[in-house]
């Protein structure tokens, strides 16, 4: 579970003047506790839609699309991940020989999808990755697709002797975002509201990393970043990737790592700013697990189980660009052909 757990972790911003439609496949194989397939559809980062394998049904997961969409949407789209099912288990198998390879947990992930500005201009993406690494992406202005590797060649060249990429660009640039426009319109109220994080300062015990934890948070855009003694401090700091509570709001952190006697002897604080609201919280805000502070392992325990729910949730995230900032769909918008043979 290891494995799939660290493939899931990753979420991208979606900032203020931008709305983003986006889907992603996840194909895993071997002795994994966890289903064959997996779809997530998320508008502006929030989940939206879910199918997998065990399942077997495409499931609505806000009110706004429930109310909006009826069960004809769901019965095609239910159909159309089944046959995605299998395809993605007979890509699997066709490189897991090409990578000569026989046993383990091997995934096969697709992520596309489609970013709309307020100026009007917009973006696609359409990336492939196998057992956590890039494989091929689309180059929709060529025409073409980059491949990351050598097994990757021959995906490559049998792709641009079909009309796929040509397909795949007039889904990004016109049903992407005719769809995206749409789902926006039916989730206004939920999708333009704004709530400002709950900001914690958490440590262990007096040795160890102190971490800035903020929660419930919408739209996602935060930036969460330390200071010491009032100059900006980014030294021996880790940024948490950003996750959705069950709520559909969001979560992030960061853990500033520092020598005890550093800590003592400086002003550390925590700024987190989002929208137009700023929370700073220094040392005096710390929850702890010494003195009289709320046990920190309650609270820990408490986000763990967010965190836990969100994985369960999310199970489909492609995050295997998380090295690279990977940037960015198809559900009723009968766009991309998922199931294109490697």
Not at 9 to 29: E, I, N
Not at 54 to 72: H, L
Not at 90 to 107: C, D, M, P, Y
Request: aromatic share 12%; proline share 3%; hydrophobic share 35%.
């Amino acid at each position: 579970m290891r494995t799939v757990v660290l493939l899931l972790m990753g979420v991208h911003l979606a900032y203020a003047g931008m709305h983003s439609l986006k889907y992603f496949f996840t194909g895993v194989s071997g002795d994994i506790d966890f289903p064959e397939y997996t779809a997530v559809g998320l508008v502006d980062e929030g989940q939206f839609y879910y199918f997998d394998s065990n399942i077997k049904q495409a499931v609505p997961k806000t009110e706004w699309i429930r109310q909006n969409e009826g069960e004809d949407y769901w019965v095609r789209e239910t159909q159309n991940m089944v046959g995605y099912h299998q395809s993605f288990k007979n890509n699997i198998q066709i490189l897991k020989e090409r990578f000569n390879q026989s046993a383990g947990v091997h995934t096969w992930q697709l992520m596309y999808g489609c970013e709309l500005n307020d100026d009007g201009t917009t973006q696609g993406y359409h990336q492939y990755g196998y057992d956590g690494a890039d494989f091929v992406s689309l180059d929709k202005n060529t025409l073409t697709w980059t491949a990351a590797n050598p097994q990757a060649v021959i995906t490559k060249h049998k792709w641009e002797a079909t009309t796929y990429a040509a397909k795949e660009k007039g889904y990004l640039e016109n049903t992407c975002i005719e769809w995206l426009k749409k789902y926006l319109d039916y989730g206004k109220d939920t999708l333009e509201r704004k709530v400002s994080p709950q900001v914690s300062l958490l440590q262990k015990d007096p040795s160890s990393p102190v971490t800035c934890h903020a929660t419930g948070f919408y739209p996602s855009g935060v930036k969460i970043s330390w200071q010491k003694n009032g100059q900006d401090h980014d030294e021996d700091v880790d940024l948490g990737e950003l996750l959705s509570n069950e709520d559909g709001t969001f979560q992030r952190t960061s853990t500033i790592n520092v020598e005890p006697d550093e800590w003592k002897n400086n002003r550390f604080s925590c700024v987190v700013e989002h929208q137009d609201k700023t929370i700073r919280k220094t040392e005096d805000d710390i929850i702890t697990n010494f003195g009289d502070s709320v046990p920190i392992g309650i609270i820990v325990g408490v986000v763990a189980a967010v965190i836990l729910l969100v994985v369960i949730g999310v199970v489909g995230y492609l995050v295997y660009q998380r090295k690279k900032g990977f940037k960015p769909v198809s559900a009723s918008d009968d766009g991309s052909n998922s199931s294109a043979r490697t």
